[in-house]
């Protein structure tokens, strides 16, 4: 084993360390913290002005949830109880009901009567989406979930249901005629049927949705 070099003392290293600091260095040497904080007023401003500019999430990210609807206006949601199941947090709660003769709220047998999700419990991990056999949840982009009272927190089926658009039809009433409720998740649906509107025009003649509702071609639709 050989014996590493031994540094002599009057080496240039030494004797760099033993030299003094100039008086340029003496001087600003109180002040010599404030460097990093002097170049950072002069670099661009990296701070989210939220609330004033809302900032841009990502195109996949996980915020308050949605229940959608088919293009005729009924509910995809069928009550399986699918999302409660698979909830880690135990946030969802759902109650299920069946669809009456004629007049249906979606699809098939059931439709979600009652639909709850804690906010206080629920961790925006997804799982419920990827349970939903006909994507009735989803998860949208609003992230402002702040309430004065934690009651408010715990959102109803009425909050979470996403609006009619513009020529749907407000449920219930029954489904398309000939069409089960595996065509509809398959996309056969593109509206409401005139047999559709004039059964709700009957019922309910002062349905605000009737104004807007526009039926769907019958021949398109087959096509």
Not at 115 to 128: A, P, S
Not at 215 to 220: F, H, T, W
């Amino acid at each position: 084993m050989t014996d590493r070099p031994h540094r002599s003392r009057g080496s240039q290293h030494d004797k760099w360390l033993r030299d003094a600091p100039s008086a340029l260095a003496r001087a600003f040497a109180p002040v010599a913290g404030y460097g990093v904080t002097i170049s950072s007023m002069f670099r661009p401003v990296v701070t989210e002005q939220y609330p004033f500019e809302p900032p841009q999430v990502m195109p996949r990210y996980h915020g308050r949830h949605q229940l959608n609807r088919y293009d005729d206006g009924l509910e995809k949601c069928i009550g399986c109880e699918l999302c409660a199941w698979a909830c880690p947090a135990d946030a969802i709660y759902v109650e299920a009901a069946s669809n009456e003769p004629g007049a249906q709220y979606s699809p098939g047998e059931r439709y979600g009567r009652v639909y709850q999700i804690n906010y206080l419990r629920c961790i925006f991990c997804g799982f419920c989406i990827e349970a939903c056999p006909t994507r009735a949840l989803t998860m949208g982009h609003d992230f402002e979930l702040a309430e004065y009272r934690r009651a408010d927190d715990i959102y109803e089926k009425d909050q979470l249901l996403v609006p009619l658009s513009e020529g749907m039809l407000q449920p219930p009433h029954p489904q398309v005629e000939g069409l089960s409720d595996g065509d509809y998740y398959r996309g056969a649906v593109q509206g409401p049927t005139q047999t559709q509107i004039d059964w709700v025009r009957e019922h309910r003649p002062d349905d605000p949705s009737l104004a807007t509702a526009r039926p769907v071609n019958e021949e398109a639709r087959q096509a």
